[in-house]
């Protein structure tokens, strides 16, 4: 079975650019979530989709980031404009259950951004 | 202050040795504990969790939670080159949300053959 895929693994961008993140889940999982690690920081909470509906979006840093799961399968990321704060290593993670107790929320690779 | 605290390490043990890792946290109405593993590339993966206080073993993993302490520790007995990763800890006080989850920094442990 495939795991959690991220697209692009890598993106260097200029400050006042747009960046679009790619998340796909494990098939079937229903939670979807996002989290940022900024360098040298712990990971944080960004967002929770269950299907295509935004559970939990109080982890977003400001309005300059969108998510989107349309039809409640691949969900994108949009940073507009990108700032040299939001450098790091953004994490999509999923799960059949939103109790991460009872189960595992799978991690994708992340994917690195840098904004210069 | 932080909700969890972990020392970044880097940690180097022999091939062999008991690994201790350690997380302290402030937050006494954290009940749910996990440790993740996360390679180098790769998306943390979860090791193991518990519920509250005591002990949890898994082969050579030992999850110990201290809650009068507020310390969680993951123990590591006859350790690997292949356990060489970063360790996480994460813990929330609530089952079913993510914005209550709160990781460390990460542990960087090197098993040398």
């Known amino acids: 079975e495939a795991g959690v895929t991220q697209f692009p693994s890598h993106s260097v961008i200029e400050k006042g650019q747009t960046v679009t993140l790619r998340c796909d889940p494990i098939?079937?999982?229903?939670?979807l979530y996002w989290y940022r690690r900024v360098m040298g920081k712990e990971i944080k909470f960004l967002l929770h989709f269950v299907k295509e509906s935004k559970q939990d979006e109080s982890g977003m840093p400001n309005n300059r980031f969108l998510a989107e799961r349309t039809g409640g399968t691949y969900s994108t990321l949009k940073v507009q404009p990108a700032e040299l704060e939001d450098s790091g290593v953004y994490f999509c993670?999923?799960?059949?259950?939103?109790?991460?107790?009872?189960?595992?929320?799978?991690f994708g690779p992340g994917t690195r951004l840098l904004v210069l | 202050q932080k909700e969890v605290e972990q020392d970044p390490g880097p940690l180097s043990v022999p091939e062999g040795a008991i690994v201790s890792l350690n997380c302290t946290y402030s937050?006494?109405?954290?009940?749910?504990f996990m440790w993740y593993r996360q390679y180098s590339r790769k998306g943390p993966e979860l090791l193991m969790y518990t519920y509250s206080s005591g002990n949890k073993e898994d082969g050579r993993f030992t999850a110990q939670v201290d809650k009068s302490s507020k310390y969680i520790s993951l123990f590591i007995r006859d350790s690997q080159p292949s356990d060489s990763a970063t360790y996480l800890c994460?813990?929330?006080?609530?089952?079913?949300?993510?914005?209550?989850?709160?990781f460390g920094t990460g542990t960087s442990l090197t098993v040398i053959p």
């Open positions: 937050n006494s109405a954290f009940q749910y």
């Open positions: 098939s079937g999982h229903d939670n």
């Open positions: 994460a813990m929330s006080a609530q089952e079913n949300t993510g914005n209550q989850f709160y």
């Open positions: 993670a999923s799960s059949q259950s939103a109790s991460f107790y009872q189960e595992t929320q799978y």
